[in-house]
């Protein structure tokens, strides 16, 4: 999941500096690999505001991820931090972030495109060098606070993390569109090797895009009912 969360981040910072006219998204790498969904649609309704993205813990309810997980709600600690939701039970955690809304349902679609489509280790670390010098123009022109020696740290750390490329599969008939990341890490420390998979079910309904995240501990697998059936719960709270 801070895979996705630092990715977005940084798509986010830029996008905040230019508006619609992103240039990371627009130079996105076309990406490898087909993913299995429906033909594009776009779901009735007006265009969703920026206030949408301001009430997440109201979007995924406790009692949404109570009912999900198959515990009572009052054992979830709830936690709210620049505009992400999350819970935290003995047995697990879920989340819902990254909502963010574009000015038309086209670009809300293309950004939703380029973002969440396979790619290999190769075009991740080229697609963050685009970030990287994105920010170095958007420093030089007095339009962001980000120091990009620090922003090259993070994405230096990414590349290597993403190594392996990024993973998705597309989920039929859930919003316009939806991909869950299946990307499976491998890290090595004192000898032991450490496997986890993303479990973010990423989705878009008309100019939206939201995240949703699900995972129980102990052994690592994929969570894909689970977060389907959050980020349904998520789609009966929004407004028509």
Excluded at 102 to 111: I, Y
Excluded at 162 to 180: K, V
Aim: charged letters at 25%.
């Amino acid at each position: 999941m801070m895979r996705t969360i630092l990715v977005l981040l940084f798509m986010g910072l830029l996008v905040d500096c230019n508006g619609d006219s992103n240039a990371t998204e627009a130079k996105s790498v076309a990406t490898a690999g087909a993913v299995d969904e429906n033909p594009p649609t776009t779901s009735a309704g007006t265009l969703f505001t920026r206030e949408i993205t301001k009430q997440p813990c109201e979007l995924l309810t406790p009692g949404a991820v109570a009912e999900v997980a198959g515990v009572d709600p009052s054992i979830l600690k709830q936690r709210v931090i620049v505009g992400i939701c999350s819970y935290s039970w003995d047995g697990g955690k879920a989340s819902l972030g990254h909502l963010r809304t574009r000015k038309t349902v086209e670009f809300a679609r293309s950004s939703f495109e380029n973002s969440y489509s396979n790619q290999t280790g190769e075009e991740v670390a080229e697609n963050l060098g685009v970030i990287d010098d994105e920010i170095e123009k958007q420093k030089a022109g007095g339009k962001t606070d980000v120091d990009p020696a620090r922003a090259k740290m993070v994405t230096g750390a990414m590349s290597n993390l993403l190594a392996g490329g990024m993973q998705f599969e597309g989920i039929a008939g859930l919003g316009d569109a939806a991909r869950f990341e299946t990307t499976r890490s491998e890290n090595q420390i004192a000898g032991e090797t450490f496997v986890s998979y993303a479990n973010a079910l990423n989705v878009l309904v008309r100019n939206l895009k939201f995240t949703v995240s699900f995972n129980l501990k102990g052994e690592p697998r994929l969570y894909r009912d689970e977060n389907v059936a959050l980020a349904e719960a998520v789609l009966k709270n929004l407004p028509d």
